[in-house]
């Protein structure tokens, strides 16, 4: 059994039979819902987002609580209204300097103060993710996140 089934077909309602590739590419862009894109500073590592307290218990600490209160004005200053319904969100990250970084230590932090700051009710909703590391910005780094409704 071949790996790729050469006879079904993956367009999506609308597209010419006759499309390139990038026609194709094109009008799905065209076609998302892109909600919101945002500017945000560069949030602390999962490392540094947590602290455990003096029973062991582990809670968000300083540079998180920090970096929630950052998103939460933000998000206040430009009046984003709560996103309901399934969510996409696409992040372009600019690293502060040029240590080696993990991505994945961005995403429970920046998440989590998202939904802080009222973006959405809960991150569940969030179910395509995606991130760029680019290179490293010499004022903080920052991110550039997207945010769009998917179907």
Same mark, same amino acid.
């Given at each position: 059994?071949?790996?790729?089934? %050469?006879?079904? $077909?993956?367009?999506? $309602?609308?597209?010419? !039979? %006759?499309?390139?590739?990038?026609?194709?590419?094109?009008?799905?862009?065209?076609?998302?819902?892109?909600?919101?894109?945002?500017?945000? =500073?560069? !949030? !602390? #590592?999962? /490392?540094?987002?947590?602290?455990?307290?003096?029973?062991?218990?582990?809670?968000?600490?300083?540079?998180?609580?920090?970096?929630?209160?950052?998103?939460? #004005?933000?998000?206040?200053?430009?009046?984003?209204? =709560?996103?309901?319904?399934?969510?996409?969100?696409?992040?372009?990250?600019?690293? =502060?300097?040029?240590?080696?970084?993990?991505? $994945? /230590?961005?995403?429970?932090?920046?998440?989590?103060?998202?939904?802080?700051?009222?973006?959405?009710?809960? $991150?569940?909703?969030?179910?395509?993710?995606?991130?760029?590391?680019? %290179? !490293?910005?010499? /004022?903080?780094?920052?991110? #550039?996140?997207?945010?769009?409704? #998917?179907?």
């Amino acid at each position: 059994m071949p790996l790729i089934d %050469d006879t079904t $077909d993956y367009r999506v $309602d609308g597209e010419r !039979p %006759d499309a390139t590739p990038v026609e194709r590419l094109r009008a799905r862009l065209e076609a998302v819902e892109l909600s919101i894109i945002l500017a945000l =500073p560069y !949030p !602390p #590592t999962i /490392n540094h987002y947590y602290q455990r307290g003096k029973a062991g218990r582990l809670s968000v600490g300083a540079r998180g609580i920090e970096y929630r209160q950052q998103v939460r #004005t933000l998000l206040m200053c430009r009046r984003i209204q =709560p996103v309901a319904g399934i969510v996409g969100i696409a992040v372009l990250a600019y690293p =502060p300097d040029r240590r080696k970084r993990d991505a $994945d /230590n961005l995403w429970k932090c920046l998440l989590d103060s998202l939904t802080h700051g009222g973006l959405w009710e809960d $991150d569940s909703i969030v179910t395509c993710q995606g991130i760029i590391m680019d %290179d !490293p910005r010499a /004022n903080g780094g920052g991110l #550039t996140v997207q945010v769009w409704k #998917t179907t």
